[in-house]
């Protein structure tokens, strides 16, 4: 019988699961770090996690870092360099193995919307968003660059969108060959893992298709918060749930409770 | 005889500001290493119509932009990581009060190198294909925009890449850990785009929590990555980053960050935070007391303290880096 | 369980080099900071045909081409600065037995950190309209050359400027003042281009003076230019860069600089030199024999080792360095 | 009565003179080095010396450096960089306000050939030299970038040629306004200072002519001494000789007499 567990947390394992051991990867400030610093926890202890300020080797003190520049992660770092070495040299060169962003819509071909919601298309002229969010940050990078990346997003029906408001990251764009014909040198969003399961790229379409539930999440369910006519897959999987060790490892990282809450 | 260069806060910003102009700073990620103190006397001497140009917001930024001082802005990154959305700017994008230009974290610190190099263009090859590329609020009637970011053809395969026009800003103030009074400066943490930046800027202030002898420079000069040559002036002012961290020296104050960010929301909660951490301050001493002693104390205790330690024996007394301040803005 | 990365500077040339490889190297000026042990150990194995990448020549580059090894170079210096022009390059140049393609020491780390970014070309504001631009010796029949450096338009001005192509070397031998068992790694003194030239090539070997603990990069992030997850091996080495100088550690060899100089300037000189420093050579120890004990420590009591002070606590007893290489290179 | 000095430290003092206080200024090894830490030490104390491997606010001691990592100079800098700070920041991108480089072959428009000797034309095919030389080191980055740049050169027939075996570091190029036609950010070569005399360039040729004697030369030993058909100043100057001061800050600076032999 295992341990009560939140969906965040469910989340961020299923994430962590996708690294593995000996990756170059680099992790964003939040969930992405805490699936990150959980897989080098649990299974991948030489994963060599990097942030976008260049801060290497550095693993997080006294709870969850406020920012990639956080002194809970500058405390024990062995290098720190700069924003164009990581981002530059590191990702957008196509050598990093694997990056996490999150996402404020995402479409079925995996891009990604963090800038605004304006409620719709903008339109024909460029105008003030309803909301303004984040921007792109190093995600824009993470995604044109890194071999394979992993998006963490709430499963909401106003996040997966029939289209973006803006498109702030690339995924396969208008699918298929779109970012090899645009030349992007990383391979795109290898799955996005949300609060109810996984959704994983159609290897020709590319187009995200259901691949898998968690044992607390339904097929029903997670089209009921897909605003597209989201495709299953033929074989759809339940992801097993974690493991004590994987949670004990996941709360040694989430010191402070933020996926508990 | 000293040639010294460090001046008060009130003097750098008279002598090397004005209304209108590209001013760049934040050059540390959204939670460190911001050189916010800048930001609030450009408050205090009313400057206005600013272009922003920051690697990433910071809480500099959303007070620039909550305050109405800021007309353009360009970023790479407009949160607060960890403390979510930032409020201010948010308040004056939404309302139109800010054109704020969108690219990625990797492109404004190539945008920098480029300006630092003198180039025409950066070879781009991120941004492209998304609206980063398509949309531009500097030029709103363009959309899709093809002025923004440009191609350019590689002339060794033929393929077409982007190209990102570069950045040379009017003056950078740039926050540092420790500077002597030459203008030689250290950084512990990240560098982010400070390198670049201090490269491209056409002026260059730096920001400093304390003062060195030169002494520490020469015992550790590939530490200096901003040499004096590149610096115009120096200010002294303990404690510039906050409520944002300064690893070696302070960590972040997590309740001030988000009252502060939750009163930029409003336009009432500006007019509040201006009246107690802008309009009256008078002086490092005043700010200081104003943080308040007993926090100071409690955010210089934090588990980075020890990166610090190799340079402390070269700190100047708190009175003496007063005492070059005065000297200095009186010359 | 140690997963340190120290291996011998024997198995590191057998497991990363191959004939007729693209070999960067030489990453400080010509007379400090060259890792000029692998050079020697690449002889030692009989690697041929080699396509040398240094920003500048250095001794290393001076006895490969004396030796034979070299077939192509690509350099932004070919001389030996204060001690002349490099007889042993020179003479492999004059007689054809180098194709020597020149471009400046500003050209050359932009190249590299083309490559590092993976651009398919970087903007070139320099070498255009002179020699460099229209004489290729790797491509000799077209004179004026038009493919070595090309142009492109800069899409904002209309402007033509120059294009250099990449650099992404297939090994880089680095020379490091400190490196840690995990290979982070530390230089005192210029950099140089050894920064791009780690990001830019596909392996990198650091080739260190000294191994210390990691305790010692986590009290100095900042000077850490090169993090391990970049490296692949790290070879110990004391007197790496002999008979150049190691800032921190020891000064440069003027009579060795200018014997062996000397000597490269003959095939007669070579061989003596190839006998004496190279082919016979077992091991660290014997190599420092052969330097002479009295001379390291008189070489060693130089006016930048006040600059090695800060570090001195974390540095690894010989000893004990040198298990670490034997345990490496059995694993 | 002046002190007797020799020719190289004519040339050295001269070349000095044309450096002013609180100038950026890029020195490289040898004679270079020499006169430009000799106007440091004599009229410039705040010239903002650097090298073109980033080494910045140091001064030789122990004698001239054998080159710019030398630890002669790394002895009591305050920073270093890196080359592509030092010659792209802040030469390439047209900051440097003054360089110094040598030559080997010097032309009338004052392009410098450091690579080789070909004995004349090269010819259609490109050739090993006859005897090959520095190449470009710093010097062509500095001549495209500096505000200004001065040559030293030792005054002889064959290094003041009519035509260049190969041109290395660019001077006015075919002289007019090439440089400005080609984009060149830099403002050209205001000098060629030799062991004879100054010349300077004429305002719109921009062809050399010669400007000043040494007190030990005339315009006949130098119009010898140059391969190509000098046009003389109308007022050719006389420069006057060193001052017992810089005489004695110059051998401050040249501490093992390089300049004396």
């Given at each position: 019988m295992t341990q009560p567990y939140t969906r965040q947390e469910m989340m961020a394992i299923a994430t962590g699961r996708e690294i593995r051991d000996g990756e170059l990867a680099i992790f964003g400030v939040g969930l992405s770090m805490l699936a990150g610093f959980f897989a080098q926890a649990h299974h991948a202890p030489r994963v060599r996690a990097m942030t976008e300020g260049g801060v290497y080797g550095a693993t997080p003190v006294g709870g969850l870092p406020w920012g990639i520049e956080c002194n809970r992660l500058s405390a024990n770092a062995v290098s720190f360099t700069n924003a164009i070495d990581a981002l530059g040299c590191l990702v957008a060169s196509g050598r990093c193995d694997?990056?996490?962003?999150?996402?404020?819509?995402?479409?079925?071909?995996?891009?990604?919307?963090?800038?605004?919601?304006?409620?719709?298309?903008?339109?024909?002229?460029?105008?003030?968003?309803?909301?303004?969010?984040?921007?792109a940050g190093g995600a824009n990078d993470i995604a044109t660059g890194c071999k394979r990346f992993l998006i963490m997003v709430s499963h909401e029906s106003k996040r997966f969108v029939e289209r973006l408001d803006y498109l702030t990251s690339p995924g396969y764009l208008d699918g298929g060959d779109a970012r090899e014909r645009l030349g992007l040198v990383g391979g795109g969003p290898s799955a996005i893992i949300t609060t109810l399961?996984?959704?994983?790229?159609?290897?020709?379409?590319?187009?995200?298709?259901?691949?898998?539930?968690?044992?607390?999440?339904?097929?029903?369910?997670?089209?009921?918060?897909?605003?597209?006519?989201?495709?299953?897959?033929?074989?759809?999987?339940?992801?097993?749930?974690?493991?004590?060790?994987?949670?004990?490892?996941?709360?040694?990282?989430?010191?402070?409770?933020?996926?508990?809450? | 005889m000293s040639h010294h260069k460090v001046i008060s806060l009130a003097e750098a910003v008279r002598r090397h500001t004005w209304d209108g102009m590209q001013y760049a700073s934040g050059a540390a990620l959204p939670?460190?290493?911001?050189?916010?103190?800048?930001?609030?006397?450009?408050?205090?001497?009313?400057?206005?119509?600013?272009?922003?140009?920051?690697?990433?917001?910071?809480?500099?930024?959303?007070?620039?932009?909550?305050?109405?001082?800021?007309?353009?802005?360009?970023?790479?990154?407009?949160?607060?990581?960890?403390?979510?959305?930032?409020?201010?700017?948010?308040?004056?994008?939404?309302?139109?009060?800010?054109?704020?230009?969108?690219?990625?974290?990797?492109a404004m610190p190539l945008r920098l190198l480029g300006g630092a190099l003198n180039w025409p263009f950066v070879p781009a090859t991120v941004n492209v294909g998304t609206d980063l590329e398509f949309r531009s609020a500097f030029d709103p009637e363009h959309s899709p925009n093809r002025d923004k970011i440009r191609t350019v053809t590689d002339p060794f395969s033929g393929r077409t890449i982007g190209a990102f026009s570069t950045l040379q800003p009017d003056l950078a103030a740039i926050h540092v850990t420790l500077a002597d009074p030459e203008g030689n400066a250290i950084m512990l943490g990240t560098e982010w785009s400070r390198f670049e930046l201090s490269r491209a800027a056409k002026r260059v202030i730096l920001i400093a929590d304390a003062?060195?002898?030169?002494?520490?420079?020469?015992?550790?000069?590939?530490?200096?990555?901003?040499?004096?040559?590149?610096?115009?002036?120096?200010?002294?002012?303990?404690?510039?980053?906050?409520?944002?961290?300064?690893?070696?020296?302070?960590?972040?104050?997590?309740?001030?960050?988000?009252?502060?960010?939750?009163?930029?929301?409003?336009?009432?909660?500006?007019?509040?935070?201006?009246?107690?951490?802008?309009?009256?301050?008078?002086?490092?001493?005043?700010?200081?007391?104003?943080?308040?002693?007993?926090?100071?104390?409690?955010?210089?205790?934090?588990?980075?303290?020890?990166?610090?330690?190799?340079?402390?024996?070269?700190?100047?007394?708190?009175?003496?880096?007063?005492?070059?301040?005065?000297?200095?803005?009186?010359?």
């Open positions: 694997v990056g996490i962003i999150g996402a404020a819509q995402v479409d079925r071909f995996g891009n990604v919307n963090t800038t605004g919601i304006w409620g719709g298309d903008i339109g024909p002229v460029y105008r003030p968003p309803k909301t303004r969010l984040t921007g399961g996984i959704l994983r790229p159609d290897p020709v379409t590319r187009e995200f298709v259901l691949d898998a539930c968690f044992p607390f999440s339904s097929v029903e369910e997670i089209r009921a918060q897909t605003a597209w006519e989201l495709k299953i897959s033929p074989n759809v999987q339940i992801v097993p749930e974690p493991t004590a060790d994987e949670l004990e490892a996941l709360r040694r990282v989430d010191e402070t409770g933020m996926l508990r809450r | 939670v460190g290493s911001d050189a916010i103190v800048f930001g609030r006397e450009l408050l205090r001497q009313g400057r206005r119509d600013l272009h922003a140009i920051f690697h990433c917001n910071t809480q500099q930024l959303n007070l620039l932009a909550a305050a109405g001082a800021v007309s353009r802005a360009e970023c790479g990154f407009s949160g607060l990581e960890g403390f979510g959305f930032a409020k201010g700017l948010g308040r004056a994008v939404q309302s139109g009060a800010v054109a704020l230009e969108d690219y990625s974290n990797l003062i060195v002898e030169t002494d520490c420079m020469r015992q550790f000069p590939n530490l200096v990555r901003i040499p004096g040559l590149l610096v115009e002036a120096v200010v002294y002012w303990p404690f510039a980053a906050w409520p944002q961290a300064s690893p070696g020296m302070y960590d972040g104050d997590e309740a001030h960050m988000k009252a502060m960010n939750d009163a930029l929301g409003s336009e009432a909660g500006t007019a509040a935070y201006l009246a107690d951490y802008v309009d009256g301050i008078d002086g490092v001493d005043d700010y200081l007391d104003r943080i308040g002693r007993e926090r100071i104390a409690a955010l210089s205790r934090g588990p980075t303290s020890f990166l610090l330690d190799p340079y402390r024996r070269w700190i100047l007394p708190h009175a003496d880096a007063l005492a070059l301040s005065r000297e200095g803005a009186a010359a």
